[in-house]
T-cell receptor, first 114, second 111 residues
């Protein structure tokens, strides 16, 4: 089946630094990717829709200047958490849609901000 | 907001069928029913999806009621590795249609 690769799997950073997370569709092209955040014992919360070649669409309450999304090609979207703070510590997950109406998910990135 | 409601948790004996219900009474005509599951600290895994006909694949079967207001995911022979949180989601077919997760059902398969 289709594969979505997410990197890194986990990252620890100091407060105030920026962290970039990559999401790649390995065997299909994805004009649209989605970014989610998940806190412990909670469900996935959609953060934004990443559109290839155009600006991302953010969900209500998600700061676009803090969570920068770039979708420069049909196989790559990146999420940059800028000036990270401890409250940004979370599990970040991306997904991409294949041509068969299915959404496939990356393995997630555990971000810990000290 | 999620358009589905599911029981918070369920138990199932290993080797038995696990039947996970989902209510989606406000589903519209062009929305599909999707099922995903998430094992701890991993990304969600696609299981199955359908519009109005029952569907079956190597992982599970999906039974959708005639009025499409509810559905049941069936794992025919549950194993310990099927322990996970199962999410039932309704979604349109357009490229930008979002997958909005509800709280899901935590399935515990016991020996």
């Amino acid at each position: 089946g289709a594969v979505v690769s997410q990197h890194p799997s986990w990252v620890i950073c100091k407060s105030g630094t920026s962290v970039k997370i990559e999401c790649r569709s390995l065997d299909f092209q994805a004009t649209t990717m989605f970014w989610y955040r998940q806190f412990p014992k909670q469900s996935l919360m959609l953060m934004a829709t990443s559109n290839e070649g155009s600006k991302a669409t953010y969900e209500q309450g998600v700061e676009k200047d803090k969570f920068l999304i770039n979708h420069a090609s049909l196989t790559l979207s990146t999420l940059t958490v800028t000036s990270a703070h401890p409250e940004d510590s979370s599990f970040y997950i991306c997904s991409a849609r294949s041509e068969r109406e299915k959404l496939f998910f990356g393995s997630g990135t555990q971000l810990s901000v000290l | 907001d999620a358009k589905t409601t599911q029981p918070t948790s369920m138990d199932c004996a290993e080797g038995r069928a696990a039947n996970l219900p989902c209510n989606h009474s406000t589903i519209s005509g062009n929305e599909y029913v999707y099922w995903y599951r998430q094992i701890h600290s991993q990304g969600p895994q696609y299981i199955i999806h359908g519009l109005k006909n029952n569907e079956t694949n190597e992982m599970a079967s999906l039974i959708i009621t005639e009025d499409r207001k509810s559905s049941t995911l069936i794992l025919p022979h549950a194993t310990l590795r099927d322990t996970a949180v199962y999410y039932c989601i309704v979604r349109g077919l357009y490229n930008t249609d979002k997958l909005i997760f509800g709280t899901g059902t935590r399935l515990q398969v016991f020996p």
